[in-house]
Nanobody
Framework: QLQLVESGGGLVQPGGSLRLSCVASGFTFRYVAIGWFRQAPGKEREGLSC????????IYADSVKGRFTISRDNAKNTVYLQMNSLKPEDTAVYYC???????????????WGQGTQVTVSS
């Protein structure tokens, strides 16, 4: 059974950092791209970043470019999202998802994790 599990969320002060993890199981991890998304209350789900199968190709949304870094460790079936210089507007539930190809569009992704809450507040 294909499964994605996010972790690493929490409460952080503005300007702080968090690293999210997405652990995959139930499929051949190295054959999929993984994307990170977030959804704040009352807002649509937003694509943030994607990393391709090899880990060489990445995509970032303008809202996080220069602050967030995506990486993957295929030996551990894990994708990371390092988030620096966090702002209150980064507060949301963060999701990872799997897709055959890299994209920040939710329409591309078939499998989703359950999400992890990130709250940026003083």
């Amino acid at each position: 059974q294909l499964q994605l599990v996010e972790s690493g969320g929490g409460l952080v002060q503005p300007g702080g950092s968090l690293r999210l993890s997405c652990v995959a199981s139930g499929f051949t991890f190295r054959y999929v791209a993984i994307g990170w998304f977030r959804q704040a209350p009352g807002k649509e789900r937003e694509g943030l970043s994607c990393i391709n199968m090899s880990g060489i190709g990445t995509i970032y949304a303008d809202s996080v470019k220069g602050r967030f870094t995506i990486s993957r460790d295929n030996a551990k079936n894990t994708v990371y999202l390092q988030m620096n210089s966090l702002k209150p507007e980064d507060t949301a539930v963060y999701y990872c998802a799997a897709s055959p190809g890299c994209s920040t569009s939710t329409l591309t992704y078939d499998y989703w994790g359950q999400g992890t809450q990130v709250t940026v507040s003083s």
